[in-house]
């Protein structure tokens, strides 16, 4: 005897894992090359041990795959990757190539250092001077996934270099505006604490647990910016000069929360 069983049957079974995360991407730009996509602040960007659906990298792919514009299916199918990353709890812009000559010359440009990023931060007290370059050293703690900084350089250190001005202040809280020119791990996180400014409701590199009662669930930290400085002419020329951002956000509608005026 014979036993039809509909397709159907299988859909859910043999349908992409990608297609399991949220349908939800924040998308700051898009074209036919890249999409900007606004990460919120407890996602990751791809799968860890504690997480292997909801990432942004699948969030994408499910937005693009119902578009129409991914489709896995085929074998040349080009697979959306992000050329950025941003740690679970920093939120903001993360690049995303859709073909694989934009992922070549986004790469080559960001180690060329050709994208400029920014970032608005709260921190606790008031850098001084209220605008300034921060060159130190970093090494990592791998134990504690934690970042060292280093005031001279050391065998295995790295040079970390950020820039930042107070955009606004209360005396003892201030919203920073910061452009990193190095990318290490935790690098805005550990320098600010390092001058004594730590991050609002970072509880890596400071004491958090008042921080969270105002509402700080995450540290007051996002990549909010980015400038295109492209150097050389390639299909990307067409995005040279031009800055995208994100205009909410959360901790910075009306520059330094209320909460933290008490």
């Given at each position: 005897m014979d036993l039809y069983i509909n397709d159907e049957f299988f859909a859910e079974e043999n349908a992409p894992s990608f297609l399991l995360a949220k349908p939800d991407v924040k998308v700051v730009y898009e074209d036919e090359n890249i999409l900007l996509a606004d990460k919120p602040q407890g996602l990751i960007v791809h799968e860890d041990a504690g997480e292997s659906v909801d990432t942004l990298i699948n969030r994408v792919k499910r937005y693009l795959y119902e578009k129409g514009e991914y489709i896995p299916e085929q074998e040349a199918s080009f697979a959306p990757a992000l050329c950025n990353r941003i740690d679970r709890n920093t939120g903001g812009i993360v690049i995303v190539a859709k073909n694989a000559e934009s992922l070549r010359i986004l790469n080559e440009a960001i180690k060329n250092r050709e994208l400029s990023k920014f970032y608005l931060c709260l921190v606790k007290g008031v850098p001084s001077p209220r605008e300034a370059t921060l060159t130190h050293y970093h090494m990592k703690n791998e134990a504690e996934n934690k970042a060292i900084v280093l005031d001279k350089p050391r065998p295995g250190a790295r040079t970390m270099v950020t820039h930042y001005?107070?955009?606004?202040?209360?005396?003892?809280?201030?919203?920073?505006?910061?452009?990193?020119?190095?990318g290490r791990t935790h690098q805005i996180r550990a320098?600010?604490?390092?001058?004594?400014?730590?991050?609002?409701?970072?509880?890596?590199?400071?004491?958090?647990?008042?921080?969270?009662?105002?509402?700080?669930?995450?540290?007051?930290?996002?990549?909010?910016?980015?400038?295109?400085?492209?150097?050389e002419e390639h299909s990307l020329s067409y995005l040279k000069g031009?800055?995208?951002?994100?205009?909410?956000?959360?901790?910075?509608k009306n520059g330094i929360p209320d909460a933290l005026a008490e």
């Open positions: 001005r107070v955009l606004q202040s209360n005396g003892r809280f201030s919203l920073l505006e910061v452009e990193l020119e190095t320098q600010m604490a390092h001058i004594g400014c730590p991050l609002v409701g970072d509880g890596k590199y400071s004491v958090n647990a008042a921080d969270r009662k105002k509402g700080f669930s995450y540290q007051a930290l996002y990549s909010y910016k980015l400038r295109f400085d492209f150097r031009k800055t995208f951002q994100v205009e909410d956000v959360w901790f910075a």
